[in-house]
């Protein structure tokens, strides 16, 4: 059964920084290319970070959101079967429910591209 589970989220202070994770299990994770979106309180879901797939023979390429370009970091780590999201720099703005979503050898920024979806991940950025 395939499953994506994100971890890391939690309060911090503005200003702090936080590591989100999305573990799959069931897939090779390196076949997939993984969004992270979040929904803000009242709002959509809106599209934060992506990367693509890779193989020996294909390089990942990353995508962000302009307005978070330079304070969110996409990373895969296929030892782990995982990616990455690393915030610094954050405010009571990105307090969201985070979601990570996969899809085979595809990578897109908008959210109906992607048909595996985790739970969910809570962040609160708050003193």
């Known amino acids: 059964q395939v499953q994506l589970l994100e971890s890391g989220g939690g309060l911090v202070q503005p200003g702090g920084s936080l590591r989100l994770s999305c573990a799959a299990s069931?897939?090779?994770?390196?076949?997939?290319?993984v969004g992270w979106f979040r929904q803000r309180p009242g709002k959509e879901r809106e599209f934060v970070a992506a990367?693509?797939?890779?193989?020996?023979?294909?390089?990942?390429?990353?995508y962000y959101a302009d307005s978070l370009k330079g304070r969110f970091t996409i990373s895969r780590h296929n030892e782990k079967n995982s990616v990455d999201l690393q915030m610094s720099s954050l405010g009571p703005r990105d307090t969201a429910v985070y979601y990570c979503?996969?899809?085979?050898?595809?990578?897109?920024?908008?959210?109906?591209?992607?048909?595996?979806w985790g739970q969910g991940t809570q962040v609160t950025v708050s003193s």
């Open positions: 990367i693509s797939w890779t193989t020996a023979e294909t390089p990942e390429n990353t």
């Open positions: 979503a996969a899809a085979l050898l595809r990578v897109s920024t908008a959210s109906h591209q992607y048909g595996l």
């Open positions: 069931g897939v090779i994770f390196s076949r997939y290319g």
